[in-house]
């Protein structure tokens, strides 16, 4: 198969493309050119780059026949954060590509319902982001049922790897949080702290993506969460890292309108996003259809996260 990844060197392809250089893909990877991969791998020597910007391409209404000129039999599409992407691909695509799979994110439900939340709830989204994807993955899986395009759409939670910061106990980025907790100094919560977090390692998204072009039966048409086991409350996350650095959390709750007086404007717009969201998805679909089998839970993704940040001095503990 020759697979062309859209996007492919960013906390996904970094796990992505040695999986599909191991099973025997060609692999072609669209970037820019400005990144390198999270973390070295041999399986890079065999991967064909292509310096592509696509916003500039899709701008001038070329980049959708730039992919299909390079005759790809799968894409993944890692970036496309708009319907008209998402519409200016399918079409340059359409009786090319044996398999197309999409990068979406569990943003797609808003607000979660009935947790743990499944694919099949109706779509509540809010925001841009979350608006958009939602949009995506509906126009992609309409195509897939009514005309056979060969499209699946997976969604992400917080993706964690070796490399950058998690997604931290206060739900904003600041991997100070950590290096606070582990020197057992308080730290405050919105609310009851009991809102929840949805990680997932980026190798576990990779392995899906496998699994889903392996499984090509099951997959099409569909779409799939793919995140850890269980999410995590605020509270239950921040008590779990207080542990590995032998403290006793030294947790203050107070109300939202306190909490936010208390952090930079940046960090109280991520905590807002995400527990507004307060994600908590299932992944039986996947496990099901897919044989997905998550090699870690949230707590051991961001463990490894933790001690990377900690061994390349970025937090002081
Ligand atoms: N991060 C999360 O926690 C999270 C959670 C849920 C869902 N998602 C979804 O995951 C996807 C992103 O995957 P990721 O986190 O693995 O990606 P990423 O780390 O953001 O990396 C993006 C990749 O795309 C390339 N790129 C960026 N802009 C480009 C452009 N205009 N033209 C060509 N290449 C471009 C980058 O390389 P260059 O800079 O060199 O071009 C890089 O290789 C998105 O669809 C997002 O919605 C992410």
């Given amino acids: 198969m020759r697979t062309i990844i859209i996007g492919g060197k960013g906390h996904v392809g970094t796990y992505l493309v040695p999986r599909l250089v191991e099973a025997g893909h060609e692999v072609v990877c669209i970037t820019r050119g400005q990144r390198e991969p999270y973390q070295p791998h041999a399986a890079w020597k065999s991967v064909r780059c292509v310096t592509v910007d696509r916003a500039a391409e899709e701008a001038t209404g070329s980049f959708g026949q730039r992919v299909r000129e390079l005759q790809p ?68 899986l309409s195509e897939a049922r009514r005309t056979g395009f060969p499209a699946t759409v997976l969604h992400p939670g917080h993706i964690v790897g070796p490399g950058w910061a998690p997604l931290n106990p206060a739900g904003h980025f600041n991997p100070q949080v950590f290096a606070r907790i582990a020197r057992g100094e308080e730290l405050a919560l919105p609310n009851l702290g009991l809102e ?80 507004a969201h307060s994600p908590n998805c299932s992944i039986a679909k996947a496990q099901r259809l897919l044989n997905y089998q998550p090699r870690y839970s949230s707590l051991q993704a961001v463990y490894e996260s933790v001690s990377w940040l900690i061994a390349h001095g970025l937090i002081s503990v």
């Avoid at 799968?74 to 079409?91: G, K, P």
């Avoid at 990779?206 to 499984?215: G, H, K, R, V």
Wanted: glycine residues 6%.
């Fill in 196 to 275: 929840t977090v949805h990680h997932v390692h980026a190798d576990d998204v990779a392995q899906l993506f496998m699994q889903a072009i392996a499984n090509w039966s099951h997959a099409v048409g569909e779409s799939f969460h793919v995140v850890s086991p269980q999410a995590l409350s605020l509270r239950g996350y921040a008590e779990s890292v207080s542990a590995w650095f032998g403290q006793s959390a030294r947790l203050r709750f107070v109300s939202w309108e306190e909490w936010r007086k208390t952090v930079p404007e940046q960090e109280t717009a991520a905590t807002w996003d995400h527990i």
């Fill in 73 to 140: 039999d799968v894409v993944i599409d890692m970036i496309c954060f708009h319907l008209d992407s998402a519409r200016h691909l399918v079409a340059a695509l359409r009786g090319q590509v044996q398999a197309f799979l999409h990068c979406g994110t569990i943003w797609v439900h808003g607000p979660s319902m009935q947790v743990p939340t499944t694919e099949e709830q109706p779509r509540r989204p809010f925001g841009e982001y979350g608006i958009q994807k939602a949009a995506i993955e509906s126009y992609l």
